[in-house]
């Protein structure tokens, strides 16, 4: 029996004689030269005469193609993208069969137009080599987003060249979670294009993540007028949710948040970028002069519809560069307020009702957590929620990841079934029977992963990621928080 990861569409064995495979050349074709060169590499066979060979067919579907293999192997596929995913399961084939193959016919295509994966480098910062990596093992997985989360409360990673600060001052942190060590790290424009070049070489879109108002400490480190009070703050050191948040009331603020979407807008071209608008504490807004006097000015009855004003401006000034926004499925009481093309990465189990969303549920999808959190069976239970549900996005918070190493770990084997999800809409029950080939798959892609033991843990075992997990509540500040918005308070009360 053939495994693959995706399961294929499709699947017939034509006839029994197996045809060996002593060197590999590809005939004329769409890919880019990275496809073919990662092809190539990951075969470890000379070339030779021409024995993959592509065929075009209009008629198919964005992804879909036709695999036919025997002495020559046959694909067909009407876009880049469909002879690139023929290549990632005719890789599997060889992988089992050692290159000698059985003639056989795949038919497949992708069933949600939106398969991702998010990677935070606002925490810890992740090298251009690292990134590529990612990228790269997306595409073994038939992914198709990478959502590129750059902003953060510790650490801004991208360069503006109108805002200089962010970078020099705003990509570094005096300390991280559990060590006292300055930390920092950003990618310069040429890097970022570099990035998207080479993403867009796997057939994978970037959607960069600018978050507001929100996970904005870095910002106003670099630029306190960016805040309500205008206070002298560090970039965060520590996790958890910080209460200065950009101002909504002063038109400087947007003219900030306009300025950085100009050159994001440059540097990534693709039609998505996510706008950020989760975790947004009130405290400031409530007490700040311009953010009352742009509620009065607006009819806004609180802050909370402030926030939905503010979301919606940001990805109107999005749509009219020709962006489709996306912000997090946070709960607030003025979310109906939002309108209705400002898409939503949720990470509830919910639907969106009537508003296209990317599923990123945090009860399967959010592979920063420990398996006794999160395993491996929860994620291959997980169903998509009913809606206008484009497709589903495994996100990696790096709080507590901060090299390929623990990211690997706790990437795989997840993102087997989220991927699987992703192609074919569900998982299939029996996904661990084919953890076998998968492991060594992953293996030979360079991939560690974590053994099936730590992925589906006994409760003894569940409980001790957890507490492991929990220590980071001995580095959570949120007594800090406490004396801050009395600090404010007392700002307040003198303006």
Known sequence: MIKLVPQVDEIKIIGEEKFAFTHISLGKNMLSQNAIDDFVSFCRLPSGDEN??????????????????????????????????????????????????????????????????????????????????????????????????????????????KYPLLTSKGSIRRRTNFNRTAYGGFYTQKEIKEIVDYAHSFCIKVMPEFDVPGHSRAAIACYPKLSCFERELPVADHWGVKHDVLCAGKASTMEFVKGVLDELFEMLPDEYIHIGGDEVPKHRWNLCPECNKKMSELGLKNADELQAWFMNTVKDYCASHGKKAFMWSWDFDAVDLLDNDLGITNCSDNSCNDREFIDASASACYIDLPYGRISLDDTIRHKIPSGKCLGIETTLWTEFVPDMHKADMMTYPRLGAVCEIGWNGECPQDFIKKLDFYYSYLSRCGCESSPLVTANPSKIRGAAQNIWFERRQLTWQGLTNIIDDKKTEKLAKKV
Not at 68 to 77: S, Y
Not at 93 to 120: A, H, W, Y
Not at 134 to 142: C, F, N, S, T, V
Not at 148 to 158: S, V
């Open 52 to 161: 993959i060979v592509f065929a075009n067919d209009n008629s198919l579907c964005d992804g879909e193609y036709i695999l036919q293999t025997g002495e020559i192997v046959t694909i067909t596929a009407g876009d880049e993208s469909g002879q690139f995913y023929a290549l990632q399961t005719l890789k599997q084939i060889f992988f089992q069969s050692d290159f000698n193959v059985v003639s056989l016919e795949v038919r497949d295509k992708p069933v949600c137009t939106v398969r991702g994966f998010m990677l935070d480098v606002g925490r810890y910062f992740f090298s251009v080599d690292d990134v590529k990596t990612i990228i790269r093992r997306m595409a073994y997985h038939k992914l198709n987003l990478f959502h590129f989360h750059l902003t953060e409360d510790q650490g801004w990673r991208i360069e503006i060249k």
